[in-house]
């Protein structure tokens, strides 16, 4: 990492980074305050014993190409940064990395989870600005790494949407104007549609509002 002064929150990687630079990160506000392995190929993060960007960064094997993560796909740009010395600036705000993995991780606990995941986004300038998949890695030593720690859950994993769909189909009714904050559904029997019946599976045979279907 390097010290970025107009956007103290994010942080530029590059590769091959010397421990004489890595005072920069604690004088930019980075609640790491410590690099671990600063001489180790690759992307030297903060945190590296949480794994707080593992996921995010991915790793590079022994001739130093990236193997996953932003080290794969912008494998190509960062030889060139790091020929250039013009680190590739990355969108992460590591406040927000921190708070997500912290939620992520209690949720995880919590419900006794396998495993979960979690990301922040900004839709209107379509930046990540947090993003974090548990069990995570250490970025440094991956080959030490189960597959189920590599495994990552945002963008390998395929789920049914379940009840997400209400998004969308709360949405489009609001857009539409068909249903107002205000307004509901006839909710006290199954729905027949194309010669099939749609059900809830916990049925309360009544009128619902859309706060309640939403819920």
Known sequence: P????????????????????SACVGRAGDP?????????????????RVALLAHVLGFVGIDNKGLAGIEK???????????SGDPLELSIDLGLQH???????QAKDEF?????????????EGEVLAYTSLPSFDPHHPGLASKEQRFNRLS????????????????????????????????????????FTISDTHPKKRWLSLSEIFA
């Not at 103290?8 to 004489?20: A, L, Y």
């Not at 790491?32 to 590296?48: I, K, R, S, T, Y």
């Not at 708070?99 to 991780?105: G, K, T």
């Open 2 to 21: 390097r010290c970025s002064n107009a956007a103290p929150t994010r942080f530029e990687c590059t590769r091959g980074v010397r421990r004489r630079r």
């Open 32 to 48: 790491a305050g410590e690099l671990l392995d600063p001489h180790l190929p690759g992307v030297v993060v903060p945190l590296a």
């Open 73 to 83: 796909y912008y494998n190509d740009q960062l030889a060139v940064s790091e020929a």
């Open 99 to 105: 708070l997500l993995v912290d939620h992520v991780s």
């Open 112 to 124: 006794r989870a396998d495993a979960a995941g979690g990301m922040i986004y900004d839709m209107k």
């Open 156 to 195: 390998l994993g395929t789920y049914e949407m379940g009840s997400t769909f209400k998004t969308f189909t709360a949405g489009m009714a609001l857009d539409y104007g068909t249903v107002k904050m205000n307004g509901g559904y006839d909710a006290s029997k199954p729905i027949r549609a194309g010669g």
